[in-house]
């Protein structure tokens, strides 16, 4: 979708909240990493809040058995993630997918080319929440990420309805609020 198209659904349906109908690039006089809507997609935000990861309290992450101290909790204007580590964060923006719209999230180039990798999974139609970050550091050094700047891009794809949607399927990450660790 292009930004006519997704500025129409924020500003009429309220899928995107808060939201930046231009591309910013500069606040207050200081420049940062952009956010707001592109030509054909959307950069969110990183929020304050973190959870960086620990390899103190485990051997193994069991995806079936998670669990949540194996992060310790940051918040703060920025985050220095270790080398070859990760953190989870989360966007500042609240996101309200229609029924017939998928998006797919990307990190931003700035950060890309530093070393640092955002992996996100798409989110289906009728989702709705603050959207997880994985945000992790493959470089060998230390990494800096700045909260309230563009972190990474959602790109946005239009179809028919679908026949069942995450809301349909009370999905468990439904109306997320905060950094979500994995649920099973």
């Known amino acids: 979708m292009n930004d006519i198209e997704i500025i129409h659904l924020c500003e009429c349906m309220g899928m995107i909240d808060p939201f930046e109908p231009n591309q910013v690039k500069e606040v207050d006089g200081n420049r940062v990493v ?3 809507v592109s030509s054909f997609g ?4 990183l929020a304050h809040e973190f959870k960086l990861f620990t390899p103190a309290n485990c051997a193994i992450i069991d995806p079936k058995n998670f669990i949540d101290d194996i992060f310790v909790e940051r918040t703060g204007d920025y985050l220095i993630i270790p080398p070859n580590s990760f953190a989870l964060g989360r966007t500042i923006e609240y996101f309200k ?10 990190g931003k180039s700035t950060y890309a080319r530093c070393g640092v990798n955002i992996n996100v999974t798409p989110l289906e139609p009728e989702w709705e929440g603050h959207v997880t970050l994985e945000i992790a550091n493959s470089s060998p050094l230390p990494m800096k990420v700045y909260a309230n700047e563009g972190v990474c891009q959602f790109l946005f794809f239009k179809g028919s309805y679908c026949k069942v949607s995450y809301a349909d399927r009370a999905g468990k990450y439904q109306g997320q609020k905060g950094v979500v660790t994995a649920k099973t």
């Open 34 to 36: 952009s956010y707001g």
């Open 97 to 106: 997918i229609p029924r017939d719209i998928v998006s797919i999230c990307l």
């Open 42 to 45: 959307y950069d969110a935000r």
